[in-house]
């Protein structure tokens, strides 16, 4: 095992600047219901998953970055205990902070964006829920009905919440990375959720007026998101994700190339562009921006790179086109990659010595030359084990110095 030269920060940002640090970097991704357990293995205080009535329940975990899959933004104790580099401070959600309302009469449980969502109890044996999308309310919405529906206000005090006074102390106070997300639902991402997945597609072939116009809608409260929360407390982050965007299925993208060059891609573009702006004009021109795509994004990576693109996650290692050696292969030049630790297979059902391989697999592909932030490839879920979340950062440990010798 090597030796610590740099503080976390540094070390995050060497990688994310494409250059060589100390030891690959490390950040975590971890649902609620996991996280509970998480703490509970590290013998750390207690925390709650309780996220459609957070605010009025002790030690509960409070929403993070996206309501629907109740991500779990991340004591620092955790980090401390992991030696982890990033520490995630995500947006509240513009709805009084709360998250998901429960409704009672049908127990169903409303999203910022007023998505209804049931909550339903994992099959695996493994404990925990998750919510699955009811009712999409824009199914039959016209162009008109755009107008008339109760969108998320980012004006709202509570989007904000104390991450004007967090964000500067976490910066000052402590050694590692600043992460933020404020968009909390995206274009083409809340568009599926809003119009339905098998709509939204109709209507990308025979009614691309009101996908404009949706995908208009979408691009503002984002963009407004975005300025507020960057105005706020954007000279202090190091990295700045964009609300999630999934392109791809496990095999193949979602629409082809030239209908996302045509329809997604100019409101990615000027997301970029803007966002970017904001950043420079706040004096934080060393802060990158990352975007989030599941699946095989691999054909539409030129045009988001192209278009400002700085990091990628969650680096799912898929077989088919987007596999990360190829990623890294051919763009690895330009971006930085953040995840690539399979939560599909690897974590939840191999062995700690599986976990391992793959670790030291993934950090021989994507850390030479800097450019690689190990992590899982998406949240983690209570299937996945304490004995093989340490086997993952234990192998951080053991092949992530540089020189790298694998």
Known sequence: MGKKTMTSRERVKKAIHLQEPDRVPR????????????????????KVSKPWDWQNTPNAIRTG???????????????????????????????GGRGFVHRPEDDLYIDE??????????????????FEIRIYPLAEATIKDLDDYPWPDPKDPSFLGDLPELI??????????????????????????????????????IDQEFVHALFAKLLDIELEMNRIGIQ???KHLDILRLSPEDLGTQTSTLVSPQIH??????????????????????????????????????????????????????????????????????FGSKIAFLG????????????????????????????????YILSPAHRMLPD??????????DAGDEFGYYPLNL
């Open 27 to 46: 950040d975590i991704w971890i649902t609620q219901d996991s996280y509970v357990a998480l703490r509970r293995e590290l013998g750390l205080s207690p």
């Open 65 to 95: 970055s996206t309501t629907w899959s109740t991500d779990a933004p991340v004591d620092l104790d955790v980090i401390e205990k992991l030696d982890l580099d990033i520490i995630r401070v995500p947006s509240y959600p513009p709805n």
């Open 113 to 130: 964006w007023g998505v209804p969502h049931h909550r339903a109890e994992f099959e695996t044996g493994y404990g925990g829920a998750h």
């Open 168 to 205: 500067p102390r976490i910066k000052r106070e402590t050694p590692y990375a600043v992460l933020s997300q404020f968009g909390r639902g995206g274009i083409y991402e809340q568009a599926k959720y809003l119009r339905g997945f098998e709509q939204i597609f109709i209507d990308m072939a």
């Open 232 to 234: 706020a407390v954007g």
């Open 261 to 330: 060059e045509d329809l997604v891609r100019p409101y990615y573009k000027r997301r970029f562009h803007e966002v970017r702006r904001m950043l420079d004009d706040v004096g934080n021109r060393e802060c990158k921006i990352m975007y989030h795509s599941c699946g095989a994004a691999y054909p539409m990576m030129p045009g988001l790179i192209e278009d400002g693109m700085e990091i990628f996650d969650p680096l799912q290692p898929v077989e088919v086109i987007s596999e990360p050696w190829r990623l890294k292969k051919d």
């Open 340 to 371: 690539g630790i399979n939560v599909q297979s690897t974590l939840p059902r191999g062995t700690p010595e599986d976990v391992r391989a793959e670790v030291r697999q993934r950090i021989k592909e994507m850390a030479p030359g800097g450019g």
């Open 384 to 393: 996945i084990s304490f004995r093989n979340i340490k086997a993952m950062y």
